[in-house]
């Protein structure tokens, strides 16, 4: 069974993974209000941007090395996780990626 090789999804889904760790552990530290805590919601949207930043910047590195594109379809990082081989990251491998991929 071979495994599903997209590089920009398994970027994209390991930083959510990694941003929601971050979310759950902040909202941890304040146990009375959670979510609901004025300096929680600062910290999420500044995660967040961050994130979404730092993603989109990585993945204009590796448009411009030739390893991904856009897709046909349009997505948005920060619409989340998505059932599509790009998982939402809004890029593929690029034919020249995949080709690589095939001779490992």
């Not at 856009?70 to 989340?80: F, I, R, S």
């Not at 593929?92 to 001779?103: H, I, Q």
Request: glycine letters at 8%.
């Amino acid at each position: 069974m071979e495994t599903d090789r997209e590089i920009a999804k398994k970027i994209y889904h390991s930083a959510l993974k990694t941003m929601k760790f971050a979310l759950e552990m902040e909202e941890y530290g304040y146990k009375e209000q959670g979510r609901n805590d004025p300096r929680y919601k600062h910290f999420k949207k500044m995660l967040m941007q961050e994130t979404y930043n730092n993603l989109r910047d990585v993945f204009a590195d590796l448009e411009l090395l030739g390893i991904i594109s856009k897709t046909d379809y349009e997505e948005d990082l920060k619409n989340g996780w998505k059932d599509s081989n790009s998982g939402g990251s809004g890029f593929l491998n690029s034919e020249d990626f995949d080709g690589w991929l095939k001779n490992e």
